[in-house]
């Protein structure tokens, strides 16, 4: 049997939350947080009534691919995308399958003006303190990962501490369980977290069953000017793009070249 890179990546986590936790004990954060300035409205920016946003994505490297970007700044990327005219930003966190860290977040709000997300795998709530702490304006939820409860309490703490959020689904029944929950935003994502495969049909046959009042955001696998064309006919409100831009020499270009800025 294929291995489950989500159990793997999950399984990881959980290590690193531990040693953070050890590091930064959670009630010394939940102090910290009580001071921090206001953060950037991320909803109001990727929302826009007949456009598409996007939101574009910093990362080093993937579970599928490997090291994607060799030569890796994240403020130089970040400027190159702010001057590029993005939406907000999205940074990878993640240590062992993508070479993130979450240092990298205060490094982009400290030379950018857009609201920047932290992609991770959060699990627990002492990652959310942490997200704001270091500098997210948004975090991304999966629902694959978390009960309904869970979401519940984890959207309730983001709303009290001035976060915006993504829901991310992969699935229909993924879907019904955070439709049931008030989700503003919901992430619709074409990779298969456990067999990272991608497969653009699953915007397709999700995105008719959401309802209009929510905002959706479409990720993974958009890499033409086409697909993104696609889905602004579609009526997404933003895309995720990472890969494209991060595999290119040069990235400011291939924003306008995908967006048709």
């Known amino acids: 049997m294929a291995k489950d890179a989500l159990k793997e990546i ?52 993937s579970p599928s691919k490997g090291v994607i970007r060799e030569d890796f700044a994240p ?13 907000a930003i999205s940074v990878l966190t993640e240590e062992d399958h993508f070479q993130g860290n979450i240092t990298y977040l205060n490094e982009v709000k400290n030379v950018t003006t857009v609201p920047v997300l932290r992609k991770d795998f959060i699990l627990e709530a002492y ?47 993924e879907l019904k369980k955070v439709l049931n929950l008030e989700v503003p935003v919901i992430g619709i994502n074409n990779r298969n977290l456990h067999t990272l495969e991608v497969d653009a049909k699953t915007t397709e046959e999700l995105f008719i069953l959401v309802p209009k009042d929510k905002a959706v955001i479409v990720e993974s696998g958009i890499k033409t000017a086409q697909d993104v064309l696609f889905l602004k ?10 890969e494209a831009f991060m595999q290119s020499p040069d990235i400011g270009k291939k924003v306008q070249e995908l967006m048709g800025w």
Do not use: C
Request: a neutral charge; glycine letters at 6%.
């Open 127 to 173: 990652q959310i303190y942490e997200s704001r702490w270091f500098g997210a304006d948004a975090i991304l939820l999966i629902a694959d990962l978390l009960t309904r409860d869970q979401l519940n309490e984890f959207m309730g703490l983001a709303d009290s501490l001035g976060l915006d959020y993504i829901v991310e689904v992969h699935t229909e029944k």
């Open 233 to 242: 006919i579609l009526g997404v409100s933003a895309v995720l793009i990472g």
């Open 75 to 87: 403020a130089a990327i970040a400027k190159v995308y702010q001057d590029a005219g993005v939406q």
């Open 10 to 61: 999950v399984a990881r986590k959980k290590e690193k939350i531990l040693l953070a936790r050890q590091a930064f004990p959670e009630e010394e954060l939940k102090i910290k947080v009580l001071g921090l300035p206001e953060t950037r409205p991320f909803r109001e920016a990727i929302v826009k009534p007949r456009t598409i946003s996007l939101i574009a994505e910093i990362k080093k490297a």
